[in-house]
T-cell receptor, first 114, second 115 residues
């Protein structure tokens, strides 16, 4: 099965700084890597995803990079704002017999301080 | 974007009662729906996967008779927690999948408190 590790578990940045969260996965056949943002008391919200045929994808202040050789992918948030404070989860698909299941990382609590 | 709703958002019940949670995909037909459980400050734990018209597939350690899942249509799945006990108190979240590439869109979650 797929094993996803996520670091750091907590991250504090000053408003306007950048934040980077990293994840590694174990199954080299994985081909889809989403990132979710979860605010307190709410369900996870898909904020960006990347497929294995590209190395980087950007959407305004958010970007995701993928290194298939090293089996790791990262979330980059630039010009952080207080509303970026939340828990972020990476995920990777269970490819073999997975039935479209996702394996989630352990989450990163991001705090953007004024 | 894809919108998934859940109802109720919060429920408090007495020990021994059953609680039903509904999950609906509002603007798309979901080939697969997933049910997760999340404890405070922890990641999402997959409980089961359901496909429309077929039996749900449960993860190891999840009791089928306690967590009943029905997926009656491509837009509706229900989770029934039977004979709920305080240890079942948790945040239950559903998601809906649209393709074979792994995309999942989550509902807002249901906070269950069993007294």
């Amino acid at each position: 099965g797929e094993n996803v590790e996520q670091h750091p578990s907590t991250l504090s940045v000053q408003e306007g700084d950048s934040a980077v969260i990293k994840c590694t996965y174990s199954d080299s056949a994985s081909n889809y890597f989403p990132w979710y943002k979860q605010e307190l008391g709410k369900g996870p919200q898909l904020i960006i995803d990347i497929r294995s045929n590209v190395g980087e994808k950007k959407d305004q202040r958010i970007a995701v990079t993928l290194n298939k050789t090293a089996k790791h992918f990262s979330l980059h948030i630039t010009e952080t704002q207080p509303e970026d404070s939340a828990v972020y989860f990476c995920a990777a698909p269970v490819v073999t017999g997975g039935g479209n299941k996702l394996t989630f990382g352990t989450g990163t609590q991001l705090k953007v301080e004024l | 974007g894809a919108v998934v709703s859940q109802h109720p958002s919060r429920v408090i019940c007495k020990s021994g009662t059953s609680v039903k949670i509904e999950c609906r995909s509002l603007d798309f037909q979901a080939t697969t729906m997933f049910w997760y459980r999340q404890f405070p400050k922890q990641s999402l734990m997959l409980m089961a996967t359901s496909n429309e018209g077929s039996k749900a597939t449960y993860e190891q350690g999840v009791e089928k008779d306690k967590f009943l899942i029905n997926h009656a249509s491509l837009t509706l799945s229900t989770l029934t927690v039977t004979s709920a006990h305080p240890e079942d108190s948790s945040f239950y979240i559903c998601s809906a999948g649209t393709s074979a590439l792994g995309e999942q869109f989550f509902g807002p979650g249901t906070r269950l408190t069993v007294l």
